[in-house]
């Protein structure tokens, strides 16, 4: 499947994406899934139901947690962490309650990571695209990650409609809830890819129930 691991709702300070449009375009992007992760917690719990909506589409509310030494996607039923711990002691608690952190662009310039979190082995899965970075420093991830053993992912970090699914995560099977998406991610079973509308996305495809998606906005 289709994972989006990045996108953020108008839930985040910065993002002008309601979370209904998400919600509404996702399939017809090609994503078979949606992972919520809005500035400063998990702000759509509440707003939407995680788990397989009507469509088919998989959602998960994480969150995007900053601290001095990088950005980190949260994922996992986790109880509310404390505000602004640096990454060693967010990386610790988040293991601590059984999730996954995930390093987010962490080659991006001026908010990328700090790479001893790397060499420490604190950190196991970074992004290796991100919607929003520079090329290079996508390419940089990439490499970082072959040095030190690491998992990738993808993820669009949409803040508006047009960069919703552009990229995502593949998966060779379905995930549905947080701990599946969380034990993949530690067992590195994701890809980064990036999406073009120009590949007939899954949602074209007749699903089971016979329906299409509607067209895309
Ligand atoms: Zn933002
Ligand atoms: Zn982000």
């Not at 139901?49 to 994480?62: C, F, H, K, S, T």
């Not at 610790?92 to 082995?121: C, I, M, N, S, T």
């Not at 409609?161 to 998966?171: M, P, Q, R």
């Not at 590195?188 to 949602?203: D, N």
């Amino acid at each position: 499947m289709l994972m989006d691991l990045h996108i953020h709702s108008h839930l985040s300070p910065c993002s002008r994406l309601p979370l209904r449009q998400i919600l509404a375009q996702a399939r017809c992007r090609g994503l078979d899934g949606v992972c919520l992760t809005d500035h400063g917690g998990r702000l759509a719990l509440g707003q939407v139901r995680e788990g397989p909506q009507a469509d088919g589409l998989v959602v998960l509310v994480g969150h995007e947690y900053a601290t001095p030494q990088g950005d980190f996607l949260i994922f996992g039923d986790l109880e509310p962490l404390p505000a602004e711990l640096n990454a060693a002691s967010l990386l610790l608690a988040v293991e601590g309650q059984g999730g996954v952190a995930v390093a987010a662009h962490p080659f991006r310039p001026g908010r990328g990571l700090d790479p001893e979190l790397g060499r420490l082995g604190l950190v196991r899965v970074i992004e290796g695209i991100n919607g929003r970075n520079p090329a290079g420093s996508n390419r940089q991830a990439r490499q970082w990650a072959g040095q030190h053993g690491l998992s990738l992912v993808g993820g669009s970090d949409a803040h508006s409609l047009a960069e919703l699914g552009g990229v995502a995560t593949f998966f060779p099977y379905n995930i549905a809830s947080q701990a599946e998406l969380v034990s993949a991610l530690k067992a590195g079973h994701g890809q980064p890819r990036r999406l073009t509308l120009a590949s007939p996305p899954p949602s074209l495809r007749q699903d089971q129930a016979g329906t299409t998606a509607p067209a895309c906005l």
